[in-house]
């Protein structure tokens, strides 16, 4: 598979993008990497690793957008930008997927605008996975329809659970809608509406309600909600996380009981922010699109880059869109669900 | 000040309400507290305590709304509830506020019911604290409305404000509209709308919006949302908190230099989870009734249910329901703002 890459996107691009590359072709022998952005800046960072293959390919463009630039205007004014030029790639079919560590905001417009919805998709949607006890779920929505209909949801259950059985090879997920309470009646109106929905939907799992605290319990393997909630829930996820590393970081720093405390527990203390990273599964996918976008997290490091790398590697050569494709067809064709 | 308390709410009811009572009774040498539930049980439990006082009495009832209850069906078939009739007390005037530690649906059904919303209040909330960095802030809605409209949390912005101002001894509080990005015009329908009534609300200080992820950052001592997303963000986060702590708690059994670690960490770990912790803040409140009726944590210790009768005993003496009535009034007359 050929993966194009936006090698200008992210907090410590060009040097991490290029990196993970390298790491990503070392581990797979068949893939190939189109490294997208300035040229001489690329170069130079494979000059830095000593690293040759005929297996990457640079491809030149002058434009980046920025990390805090306004997404819809970036997108529109700079089509020669490196994300831009990197989905045009799959567009055309001269790369079978891309990762990208840029603009969260610029990449899902320049996603929708290059790559189109896929026939029957009422809405593309961003999915991410989230930790749970002893195994990893799928959550979406993280972001891309703040205001959503339960039609919506409803879709996002079985983009989901292609997703679910694809990236965690589960056979047939559980999915549970995101609610303050677990009672079938609870919730705002649009849970309350997408409820009823997921209960006559064929062609999920459908587990039930889930509260945001019992996510991590590992009950379900996907979770949905809508955009704005399933952002909310997210970065107040990774929010708490931090709060509580910091806070842990300072007291132990206080004192040398807390500096050799910390020197003991320093492995279990990696594991645990390894465990809270969803890099390490590739980050971000837009579930609903004509191509496989994939969205590293931006201060990915090379290790972020490479297992997004090898996701996009695995969904092309799985032929996941099709799967989706199918699946929506499926649901549209015998129970006109969409 | 005399402070009815629902010794029957809880998970480790009557003996740690009681004990809570007992504790408080110690620390506050003009306080008065009405025990409301079983009278033997109560009575077992001060015995055992070895604890009597002139300052305690009970207020003996029989029957119980337990914890996985029907909310509105508990609080209307049981009018002898220990909920009930502690909430009884308070409209009565025979207490100055009420705390409990029960079943938090029928808290909200039972307060509304009883003490009724204060003329020109749109609609009760639940207000809690949340911490931040090197602070505590105020958090609201957290479950009371599920469904919003922006005018409910434009209100929500001067009831919190008060309350941060009572709690948190803070001048003029800054308060944040909780959203999915900071620019103006992110967000949802109602989250955009309320933006717009925010800007123009002339006795809060509006800080804008600001992310989930930020809140803890300490940039702001007021953050107000509606009743779904504030109940996600609040569950998310006691759902990642809880998830680390039990990380890393197996990870350490597991080895024994893992447990050496822990056991230097162990003052650190036990601050960690005291600051996590809004029991230590006397739980949450309901804004915006005609009397004080504060919720602890269901799983609240003795600690929890001083912290919140010691914070029922202060709202009481410094007449915070006139402080609300006064400010609501103000807004009212001179501006029609609801």
Known sequence: ???????????????????????????????????????????????????TSDRIEIKDTCDIIEMDEDPVQGVRSKPKASMNVMLDLVKSGEADASVSGGNTGALITASQLKLRRIKGVLRP???TVFPAKNKQIVF????????????????????GSVYAKELLDIENPKVGLLNIGTEEGKGNE??????????????????????????????????????????????ASEGVAKFIFDFLKEEIGQSF????????????????????????????????????SIKAHGNSDENGFKNAIKVANKFAKDNFIEQVKVAIDKCKEEKNEF
Do not use: W
């Not at 645990?272 to 837009?286: H, L, N, Q, V």
């Open 257 to 292: 009981r807390g500096k050799i405390g910390a020197l003991l527990l320093k492995p279990i203390f990696k594991k645990m922010k390894k465990r809270m990273d969803s890099s390490e599964y590739g980050g971000a996918i837009f579930l609903g699109l004509n191509g496989i």
């Open 125 to 127: 949607a961003i999915a």
């Open 190 to 235: 649009i849970t309350r509406e997408s409820f009823e929905l997921l209960k006559k939907h064929n062609y999920i799992n459908f587990y039930g309600n889930i509260e945001s605290r019992d996510m991590m319990n590992g009950e379900v393997d996907v979770v949905v909600t809508d955009g704005f909630t399933g952002n909310m829930v997210l970065k």
């Open 140 to 159: 979406m929505d993280v972001g891309a329809n703040a205001d959503c209909k339960p039609e919506f949801i409803n879709q996002f259950s079985l983009m």
């Open 1 to 51: 598979m050929k993966i194009a890459l936006d090698a200008m996107g992210g907090d410590f691009a060009p040097a991490k993008p290029v990196l993970g590359a390298i790491e990503a072709l070392k581990e797979i022998s068949d893939l190939e990497i189109i490294l997208v952005g300035k040229k001489e800046l690329i170069e130079e960072e494979l000059k830095k690793n000593s690293y």
